[in-house]
């Protein structure tokens, strides 16, 4: 089986910018969960911009399950959840529309089919989202839109999940409800899932690979292993 995701001797800067990150090399196997922390202007964004091949790299490579990512086309594969998604939440749609539209990517048309209905139906209820299909997501709770952008970025059916950020400023009872929900994911549809947190303690429990990320990547393995230093909130939070 091919990884799902390699990167070989990358470095990226932005266009007349310093450099970003330097010298990475990082492999995920399929099914894997990482979860991704360090400081803020770390490069944690950019990584996985470079996963999904929204940005390339100035030196390096990059592979998507086997393939260079300036050839991947098979975008349904990815899903992604962006730092800035939750913005613009006032927005009167509600959460089946917004789940929809993460379906849009397969079907050029714009016409839902009865295989698209079904999954965005599964995805509001892998999210226990199913009761408030009709709910505005200006009415629902902070931790209830997360997982409705949640529900958005997994319509597609994607093999690797990218999510950036998902916690920001939503309470430790959500927090909790999400890693479990992602280590159902992960465990159940065998999703592979790239996860940058600064609640770095809400996942601990789950992961089993963590990797810091500051200019590079700092540490990669277990957090248990993690040196002492790390678990210096200013090294490890935003
Ligand atoms: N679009 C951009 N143009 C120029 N510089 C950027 C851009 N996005 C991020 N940066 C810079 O790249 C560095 C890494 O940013 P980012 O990947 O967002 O870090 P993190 O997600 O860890 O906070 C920061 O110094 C940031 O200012
Ligand atoms: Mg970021």
């Known amino acids: 089986m091919p990884l799902a995701l390699e990167l070989d001797s990358v470095d990226f800067a932005y266009e007349h910018g310093p450099p970003v990150l330097r010298d990475v090399s990082f492999e995920v196997e399929a099914g894997e969960f ?6 803020n202007g770390g490069g944690k964004t950019t ?5 999904l091949v929204l940005a390339r790299p100035t030196r390096g490579r990059v592979q998507l399950f086997g393939e260079p990512a300036d050839r991947f086309r098979d975008r349904a594969r990815l899903g992604y959840l962006s730092q800035r998604a939750q913005l ?8 089946r529309e917004v789940v929809s ?11 839902l089919t009865a295989e698209d209905r079904e999954a965005i139906e599964q995805a509001m209820e892998r999210v226990g989202l199913a009761d ?4 505005p997501l200006s009415r629902l709770s902070g931790g209830q839109q997360q997982r409705a ?22 309470d430790v009872e959500a927090q909790e409800a999400l890693s479990g929900l992602l280590a159902r994911l992960n465990d159940e549809l065998g999703v592979t899932i790239l996860y940058v947190s600064h609640e770095f303690g809400a996942i601990e429990h789950v992961v089993r690979r963590l990797v810091l990320v500051r200019g590079g990547i700092v540490f990669d393995g277990p957090p248990s292993s993690l040196p002492g230093v790390w678990h210096d909130p200013s090294h490890v939070h935003v």
Do not use: M, W, Y
Request: hydrophobic residues 55%.
């Open 47 to 51: 990584l996985l911009r470079l996963a």
């Open 149 to 170: 952008f949640i529900a958005k970025a997994l319509v597609s059916g994607p093999q690797l999940l990218a999510l950036d950020e998902p916690t920001a400023g939503v």
């Open 34 to 39: 990482v979860a991704i922390a360090g400081p």
């Open 101 to 111: 539209a993460g379906r849009a990517a397969r079907n050029a048309f714009g016409r």
């Open 88 to 95: 613009g939440v006032q927005a009167p749609a509600t959460v």
């Open 132 to 135: 408030l299909a009709r709910r």
